[in-house]
Structures are given as structure tokens and as C-alpha cells.
């Protein structure tokens, strides 16, 4: 094994179980292979080879767990998520060298499962563009193509899962942060229902919009994370307290008669026609597999972006208080008050798109402006989860183009954050409704790069979302072509 | 709604915001920002009358726990972050013009 391209967690356990390989081989020659990759990809922020591999000894000396797929796999957490005594960041300037005291939750729980954190993962500062562009340590190179983006803001993770890197990583989405970047890098990233997963210690951009979710190579090893990391917390007063089912009980299980509805607004003007062209022969596949597919409307799609804008935006202005110099993080003290360490903290500390949203959500919040911007958001947020309900009172799940387009160039888009944004419009409409959402390769375009077909199921069904993307996936087996050549 | 964002205003939220912008910056700001307000406009044509805003999709009402410390005996590592402590305190600089430390 030089890397992870043609593997999956239930193969590499075996080698685990068989005694083919240690926790510590294993952790090593990913290490190996992530230094010299990296070099181009630049998907890591921190790589912890000394913890990792003390990490290995550890879960080795202690034995391997026959029951336990998780055991001794090596993994990445995008650096938006806390890792008690392991530099965190949120690719910003501002916590440049900021080092928690805590775990999350969902570090918990993967620790817990034997996991070896192999380091953290680069992403747009604070999670805030669809890029990596605008992280303050560099931007991370497409896996296919390293003069294309990974998307993001889950860059770091999904250009580390599909070069092979590491197994799995875990990512953030607040309105596509893992389903972008997972359909611009070919591999399957799911966000889950709003309160499946423990928000606690992942660093807040949009409360009401953040998830952690899974990003794997394959289908079933994304149900087998969230296994690992659903469920309800004490911690998150949001997190739900429903009951956690098996994510994999529903694999394998035929697809026929589910109802499968196509929004028409998701093949609007603004989506390239190779994408189109794909993700309808994916949605025939899905017939063909025995699927009913109506073709639906959710009228008030074309408002989401405007939506989210203003309601993550003013959430974010909210939340990105906290960095003020005072108790942790970049604290610029050359003026003579407090006022001035604020001023010049966060000045200094913020890259220019964050500043643009804490700018506009800010405003949106301001007096005079509220119930213009923010009240109305939250209304029309309203509207977009009745056009939602809708739909599911007849149908399982929803289908169509994760994004717009496929991976454009570096440095491409950037100048106009309007257009940028509008990369978005597919996704963001489930985290405004909460819904959970998955991305799975629906093949490629005329320049090899990977097109992403979004399944969107109803609230808590993540099992129905699992069970289609596994009949495509095992219907289509595009997981076996891989960056640099075919299995 | 304003359908642009004066200069005017722009600074007015940056005070708010307690972040400094050139004048160059705050130029290209308000030029973006009144880009994405234009868009933002057209949520004027939703009818929202009596329409309840949803600001939280989480189901749960009110969530209550034992009033039990937790994770609590952390003082030297939190301390440790702080960009300047002194006597087991984070320091901070004067609050007032002119006053000391």
C-alpha cells in the first residue's frame, strides 16, 4: 500500500485483523505519502506525525478491535474543528497559533472508535467561500487537477480523501462546505440533518446553518462515520435527541418504487450542460434501478442565496465577536486602549472576505435595517421549508447537480463574491431548511474532471439518502477511476 | 430597503464592527456590498405577509441540565492562551484613554 486511492475502511481493517498490517505501518506510510503529495496539494494545515504515530503505538500495544471498523484507521479534521493540545485555526491569521484546551465532540467520539488523527485540514478562513482560496495558509489544488480549486470550504478534507491522503475526514457545511467540495473532487460527502451531529467544538460561522459531516470514497464508509459520530450531547443545545439508527442498515436494500422528485430550478440557466447532461443520466440510472422520478418545483429556490447571505452573514457578525484579542488568538497591542486592541486585532486578524460578511451581517443586524434584511430572510427561510415539505409528503428523496459547475480554475472567480456565491445555490438550500444532503460522483466531463449528483433526503433519513447513493454507486462503480488513472 | 449602501453608512458599520478600513478598501466594500444588497433586493418580491420567520430549524424546546461543573480545572492551560497574564489574570489595556494597565 502506498496510499488509501483503492482502499476502503472495511478492506484495511481486515489487513488490520489478519495481522497483514499495524496501526503503526499503516499510519506511516500514510505520513509518507501525505509529506511528499502534499507538497503540490497543500491540503494540510498541521500534520502530527509525532502524535500520530505515538497514537498508532498505543492503539497497537493495546490490540486490534475485531468489531471495531474505525480501529487504527488514520483520518483529518478540517481545522475548524477543536483538538485539545493540537493547533486549530480556521485557516485564519487571527488563530494562527491558537491551541485548544478541549476536544469536540465528534473528536470524542472518533478517539473513542480508535481513530488516528493524522492532522488538520485547510479550508476557506472561518468556512466562509467555496474555494480554499481565501485561507490565510495557502490554497489547497484539486485532486484531479492542481490548476483547478477543491472547492470549499472543505477543501483540505476532500482533496485529502480523494488524492488518497487519508481515509476519511471530517467536514463542516454551512451552505455546501462539504457537498461542493466533495462533488468538485469526485468523492461523497454528506451533511446531516441540523442536529444529527454534535456541533460542540466546531468553531461557529452560522449557528442555525452548521453541520459536521463525513467525507469518504465511498458510500458506506461515509454511513460507517456518522455511526460514529450521531447523536444527541448536552453540549450542543441544538443537537437532537432522537434516536440514532445503523446509517448502513439500508445498503443494499433495491431502490424500487421510491419516489425520486428532479426540481426543474435545479437545471436553470445557471448550470453547465455537461453537468446537466450527467446528473440526468444519473437520475435515469436511478429509474432504471426501479426508482419513480417525478419532475417537482420549489418556486422559491432562486431566494435562498439572498437568504442565506444575510442570515449566515449576521450570524457570523455575531459569532466572530469573540475575536478580540483579549484571552486567546493574534492580539495587536501597539495602541494605547482597549478599544484600539479590538480595532487592531481584528483588523489585522480578519482576510478580506470575513470582513466583507461581519461588514454585511453587521449592517443587516443594524438598527433601522433589521426588518428589512434579517426578518425578511427569516421569512422567506420559511417559505423555502414549506416548498420543501411539500415535496416530501410524496417523495423520498430529492435529486439533482450538487454545483452549478465542476471545479473551476485557481484564482478564476474570485473578483466578484456575487458570482462566487452563486456556486451555492444548489446546496444552501438544505442547510436552510436542515435537511440532510449527500454529493456521490456522477461521472465526468470533457476535461476528466468529476461532476456531483446531490441527494437530498427528508429531515432525519439519512438512511434513504445512504441506500440511493449506494444502489448508484454500486449500479455505476465510478469510485474505481481515481485521480491520476483507472483502478 | 436601501437599495445601496452609502459610504457614509459603511463607516458607520465598521465602527460597529470594530474594523478599520482605507478609504481605498472601504470604496471596493461598498461596491461589493451594494452588489450583493441589489441581490438581496429581490426577496422584496416573496410575499411575507404573516409569515412567521424561522430563524432555528432545531425541534427542541428547551433543553435543561444539572447545574454540575464540568471539564472544570483547566485555569493554567486557558491562562496559557492568553496573549498576556499576570497574577493568574489575563491582562488588558487600559479601558480609558490615558489610564494605566
Keep these: ?487 | 430597503m436601501a437599495e445601496t449602501l452609502s459610504k457614509q453608512e459603511a463607516k458607520h458599520v465598521a465602527e460597529l464592527a470594530k474594523i478599520r478600513f482605507t478609504d481605498a478598501e472601504l470604496d471596493v466594500i461598498v461596491g461589493q456590498l451594494g452588489n450583493i444588497l441589489t441581490l438581496v433586493d429581490t426577496l422584496n418580491e416573496v410575499d411575507t405577509t404573516d409569515v412567521v420567520p424561522t430563524y432555528s430549524v432545531t425541534e427542541n424546546v428547551n433543553m435543561f441540565r444539572d447545574d454540575v461543573a464540568d471539564n472544570w480545572n483547566q485555569k493554567t492551560d486557558l491562562l496559557n492562551n492568553a496573549p498576556q497574564q499576570q497574577d493568574d489574570m489575563i491582562k488588558v489595556p487600559a479601558i480609558l484613554d490615558g489610564g494605566d494597565n
Design chain 1, 1 to 487: 500500500m502506498d496510499n488509501f486511492l483503492n482502499l476502503d475502511i472495511k478492506t484495511v481493517h481486515e489487513s488490520l485483523v489478519n495481522g497483514q498490517t499495524t496501526v503503526v505501518e499503516l499510519t506511516q506510510k500514510a505520513l509518507e505519502f501525505i509529506h511528499s503529495r502534499d507538497e503540490e496539494l497543500n491540503a494540510f494545515i498541521s500534520i502530527d506525525d509525532e502524535g500520530a504515530l505515538k497514537r498508532a503505538e498505543e492503539l497497537d500495544a493495546a490490540g486490534i478491535q475485531e468489531d471495531n471498523l474505525l480501529y487504527g484507521i488514520p483520518m483529518a479534521h478540517k481545522d475548524n474543528i477543536v483538538t485539545k493540545g493540537l493547533k486549530t485555526t480556521s485557516a485564519s491569521h487571527i488563530l494562527e497559533n491558537f491551541v485548544p484546551v478541549y476536544n469536540a465532540t465528534v473528536v470524542e467520539k472518533l478517539n473513542e472508535a480508535g481513530v488516528v488523527v493524522i492532522g488538520k485540514t485547510n479550508l476557506d478562513e472561518f468556512a466562509m467561500g467555496g474555494s480554499t482560496e481565501t485561507s490565510f495558509f495557502g490554497q489547497t489544488k484539486n485532486a484531479w487537477d492542481a490548476t483547478k480549486v477543491p472547492g470549499g470550504s472543505s477543501g483540505g478534507s476532500a482533496a485529502s480523501v480523494a488524492s488518497g491522503e487519508v481515509l476519511f475526514a471530517l467536514g463542516s457545511d454551512t451552505g455546501g462546505s462539504i457537498r461542493q467540495p466533495a462533488a468538485y473532487n469526485g468523492i461523497v460527502g454528506l451533511k446531516p440533518t441540523y442536529g444529527r451531529v454534535s456541533r460542540w467544538g466546531l468553531m461557529a460561522f452560522s449557528s442555525s446553518l452548521d453541520q459536521i459531516g463525513p467525507l469518504t470514497r465511498t458510500v458506506r464508509d461515509n454511513a460507517l462515520v456518522l455511526n460514529a459520530i450521531a447523536g444527541y450531547d448536552d453540549h450542543d443545545a441544538t443537537s437532537s435527541q432522537k434516536e440514532v439508527p445503523d446509517f448502513t442498515a439500508k445498503l443494499g436494500q433495491d431502490i424500487k418504487g421510491l419516489r425520486v422528485a428532479v426540481p426543474k430550478e435545479y437545471f436553470s440557466e445557471g448550470v453547465n450542460e455537461e453537468v446537466a447532461e450527467a446528473v440526468r443520466a444519473g437520475i435515469t440510472k436511478l429509474e432504471e434501478l426501479g426508482a419513480i422520478v417525478d419532475e417537482v418545483s420549489i418556486p422559491h429556490t432562486k431566494y435562498g442565496i439572498a437568504a442565506y447571505y444575510i442570515l449566515a452573514s449576521s450570524e457570523a457578525s455575531s459569532n466572530l465577536q469573540r475575536y478580540d484579542g483579549v484571552r486567546y488568538g493574534l492580539s495587536e497591542r501597539s495602541g494605547d486602549t482597549l478599544e484600539d486592541m479590538y480595532v487592531n486585532t481584528k483588523t489585522e486578524g480578519f482576510g478580506p472576505e470575513v470582513k466583507r460578511r461581519i461588514m454585511l451581517g453587521t449592517f443587516a443586524l443594524s438598527a433601522g435595517f433589521y426588518d428589512a434584511y434579517f426578518k425578511k430572510a427569516a421569512q422567506v427561510r420559511t417559505k423555502l421549508i414549506q416548498d420543501f415539505e411539500n415535496i416530501f409528503k410524496d417523495h423520498d428523496v430529492i435529486v439533482g447537480p450538487t454545483a452549478p459547475t465542476v471545479a473551476f480554475g485557481l484564482g478564476e472567480e474570485d473578483d466578484d463574491p456575487k458570482t462566487m456565491y452563486m456556486n451555492d445555490m444548489l446546496t444552501i438550500p438544505v442547510n436552510l431548511v436542515g435537511l440532510p444532503g449527500l454529493s456521490i460522483n456522477a461521472g465526468f466531463n470533457s476535461e476528466n474532471m468529476p461532476i456531483g449528483m446531490q441527494i437530498i433526503g427528508n429531515k432525519f433519513d439519512e438512511q434513504t439518502v445512504y441506500q440511493v447513493a449506494y444502489a448508484f454507486e454500486r449500479a455505476t462503480k465510478l469510485y474505481e477511476k481515481i485521480p491520476g488513472g483507472d483502478k
